[in-house]
Structures are given as structure tokens and as C-alpha cells.
């Protein structure tokens, strides 16, 4: 697989001669929301500057000094263990300070509002809030209450939007640009913020997306978002360059929607039956954490087809991305000394 993206998909506009006006910063966003707010030039912006920090990864000392001084507190009202491990690593590796907090031993147990909680932070000397929240919409909510600067870390069925911006680096990085690319989402739609995520990344760029998965779990209204809906899964597999297999979202969702995981499995998992029936180059991506022997059998999840745990790497590199650009950091290309 190539690791180099391509010119044309990957670069912002580059400013005029010497002479010329200087172009305006890509990213002057305070606050990282959702991927529906942002430009293409914005998704670029964050994945050239995730490129950037990609390779500290295999270095020796794997830090820099772009956020020394600043705080970074984790407040996650859900339970995480990649996002909440890479967002603390990111921001470790850009040398900013890091504070996990825990809602199970917080004051909310007291009867504190989730509101008044992330003031009291706030005045503490936080300079950036990664937050996730059962509820839709709590990060946008928080966002015009405190002067942190506020990352969506998943919001209820909402948007993920760190997870959608990792997913397009891997398929960047192995398949050259995102532009022009088939790329199937497989699964639990209805209540995957990974999937809203995904698809209005995947747009912007220039793909097609496709939904695929049961009529209880794809709703047709989603076509209106410039999506293919499908039902079937072998109609779809030969057209597609990338499926994104989602997990299914049992903690979200009320019992059924379909008859039986086993039922699901037989129509939806990706084994390698079906991987065989789809293009040569085909790439698999899963969000996790991947039930395996549900949405994908354990050969498919490891074998050549596999980027799920490029997309663990990539994720940390897009994170420490967000926090750098966040913290006011405009330069062209951090500082990778």
C-alpha cells in the first residue's frame, strides 16, 4: 500500500508569488465540533498537519514542545479506551499537561450541573476540553459557555469527529487520495456517530458512500444526505474501494431491530468468502471496538485487507493535529524537532 497521498488531494492552495497578499490561515476554527462544519480546505488543513506529525511515532524521542504549558483536561461522561489513551498520548507527545476526569467520582454524583463542572475546570487554567457526552449536541452546548476550546470526542449518536477525520488519512495514505473512491459504510448506521462522521468527510472529499446494512439500521432518509442506500451486501461489495464495517450499537439502540446476531452475521459480516468476491485492493476499516465473528471474522480483521490498527496510529497523529491547531498554532508545518 502507498503511504504518500497525493498532491492534488492532499494539499491546501498555496499562496501566490512573493509578491502577493499573504493567503489567509486555512484554520481559524476555536473549537472542533463535528465534520459537517468544516470545509474541504478545513479536513485538509487538519490531515497535511496530522502528515506532519505522523513520523514522531518512530522516533527515538517521540516529543515536542508545541503545547508545553498548556492544559488538557479528558472530561469523557461515556466509557473510551482507544480515544481517551490516544487523546491523552497526543497531547503527552506535544508536551502539554494532561488531566483525566471522571464523572463516576465527580461532583455531578452531588447533583452539579455538567454546565458548571466544565467552568469550574475552566478555572483551573484549561486551555483545551476533549469531551464526550451521551447526549447529542453537549460539546456544541459547552462550547458557548466556557472560553476553552472545545473537542467533540463523540456525542451520543451524533458525531465523532476525530474518528472520521483518522478514517480519512488511512484511506488517503493507502489508496493515494479520497476523491473518486467507493467507500461503503456497513452496518449499524442509525446510531453510529462514527457513520455521520464519516459521511460528511467522505462527501467533501469528493467519494461515494454508500449505506449498507438492514432496513431497521439504514434509514432511507439518509439518501437525502447524497448517499446510496443498499440492503444488500453483495450487490454493493464489487463496486467498493474501502468498507468502514461498524460495530453494532447494542447500548444505543432498543432490542428488535433484527431477528438475531447470528441472522445479522450471515448477511453482514465481512469474511473472506466475501472478501474474495470484492476488488483485489479492497480495504477494510473498523472504528472498534470490532466484535469479532459479528461484523467481520477474525481472518478478515487480520489479515492483508486489514487497516484497523493503521487507523489506531493515524488516529494519534490527527489528534495531536487538532490540539496543535486548536491551541492557536497556524505555522505552515509544526515543529517536528
Known sequence: MSTAPSAADSRPPAAGGPDSEPAPPVWTRKHLLGLEDLSREEILAVLDTAESFSEISNRSRKKVPALQGRIVFNLFFENSTRTRTS????????SADVQDFSAQVSS???GETFIDTAKNIEAMGCDLMVVRHPTPGAPH???????????NAGDGAHEHPTQGLLDLMTI???KGNVEGLTVALLGDIAHSRVARSNIWGLLKLGAKVI???PPTLV???MERLGCEVAYRLEDVLPRCDVINVLRIQFERQQGGLFPSVGEY??????TQERVRKAKPDLLILAPGPINR???LTPEVADGKHSAILNQVSNGLAVRMAVLYLLSGKMDAAPPVD
Do not use: D, N, T
Open 265 to 270: 452475521s450471515q448477511f453482514y459480516m465481512m
Open 141 to 151: 452546548l459547552l462550547s458557548q459557555h466556557v472560553s476553552s476550546s472545545i473537542i
Open 219 to 221: 434509514p432511507k432518509a
Open 87 to 94: 487523546f491523552s498520548l497526543a497531547a503527552k507527545r506535544l
Open 108 to 110: 455531578l454524583s452531588k
Open 172 to 174: 488517503r495514505r493507502a
Open 293 to 295: 465473528g459479528v461484523e
Open 211 to 213: 449505506l449498507c446494512g
